[in-house]
């Protein structure tokens, strides 16, 4: 067992040993039946999570708070445990995916460790960043205006030019969930009395798995889903009992959550798997990012200090209890995580 530490003096990090075993199989409507042994995934390349341990975000915030960061997973963010297992598991030589960052990172190099092609659909308004990483990656980049296509319709097209390919979501897709619920797993296996855990909240793909990998690993901890107040579209689906749609993509400044929708797949685990969803005010998004930083020594993005944005946002439901929050990634366009920290100066 390896331990990556890079944070300061003072800061517990720990980390767990993965094997390699058998894929993880699917199971309709409600959770995923993994393999027997509950810590194994798809591939040794997946990089177990990194669990930190702050006393003073924890005395700041009056709650025994744990970090279960996924800004060192390959591309830095959760998206890489989706992206191998969907890569790894198609029989299809190619795939297309939309993406304005993680996911579209996460799957092209997924696929070239797969030895398939890759193509991904991003708006030309996405940071410059994200669109080299992709093609650095080796994936071939598709720029598309959303004001004159949408997303999902250059994907039908690029589909009829390229009828081998899968389409791959970045959320509604039963071999996204098998990816996450190692997280999931990994969490229950840290052997810790966690009252909850928080977990941002965009298309459902992360909070799916988490959950699935959970009561698969025979824990019952309570999960509460984290999302931005802008784009609280779980909210009103879990208030409704059915999915409910945003009208236009949210101008929430944590871009991961700028979805319109719940996923399906997602939809049938969270129904009945969430204990309830936090909405996120964008001050309290800010706020999360600069603690992390401030008294984690963290780099977060945005959509990966909801878990703690929501904590903020309902202080009193967590006081004395002990909290895991899922930091979900780190990639954050420069100049906004410059923006964010000078907030707080």
């Known amino acids: ?124 308004t996405s940071a410059q960043v994200k669109i080299d990483a992709v093609r650095e990656y080796g994936a071939q980049v598709d720029l598309i205006d959303v004001r004159a296509i949408s997303r999902a319709a250059r994907l039908q097209e690029l589909a009829r030019q390229q009828p081998d390919a899968y389409i791959a979501s970045a959320y509604d897709d039963p071999l996204v969930i098998q990816g996450n619920a190692s997280l999931g797993l990994e969490l229950a296996a840290l052997g810790r009395a966690f009252d909850v855990v928080l977990v941002p909240v965009g298309g459902g793909g992360l909070s799916s798995g988490v959950i699935t990998g959970l009561r698969q690993a025979g824990k019952n901890t309570a999960v509460v889903g984290a999302e931005p107040a802008l784009a609280n579209d779980a909210a009103r689906s879990l208030q409704a009992g059915h999915i409910v749609s945003n009208p236009h993509e949210p101008p929430t400044i944590a871009d991961g959550a700028r979805t319109l929708s719940l996923g399906r797949h997602n939809w049938e685990i969270l129904r009945v798997g969430l204990a309830g969803i936090i909405e996120v005010s964008e001050a309290h998004i800010k706020q999360a990012v600069r603690l992390l930083f401030e008294l984690a020594n963290l780099k977060a993005e945005p959509t990966g200090a909801l878990s703690l944005g929501a904590l903020l946002e309902q202080p009193e439901s967590f006081q004395g209890r002990s909290v895991c929050c899922v930091i979900s990634g780190g990639n954050v366009d420069p100049e906004v995580y410059r923006a964010i920290l000078a907030e707080g100066a």
């Open 1 to 124: 067992m390896h331990v990556l530490s890079p944070f300061r003096q003072g800061h517990q990090v720990t980390t767990i040993a993965v094997p390699v075993g058998r894929p993880f199989l699917f199971c309709e409507p409600a959770f995923l039946t993994l393999s027997a042994n509950p810590l194994q995934l798809s591939h040794r390349l997946v990089r177990p999570t990194v669990v930190v341990e702050s006393g003073r975000l924890s005395q700041r915030l009056g709650a025994d708070v744990t970090l279960a960061t996924e800004t060192f997973q390959h591309t830095g963010s959760f998206k890489f445990r989706a992206a191998y297992n969907v890569a790894t598991h198609i029989e299809q030589p190619a795939l297309i995916t939309a993406s304005s960052g993680n996911f579209g990172q996460a799957m092209a190099y997924a696929c070239r460790l797969a030895g398939k092609r890759c193509t991904v659909v991003m708006p030309n």
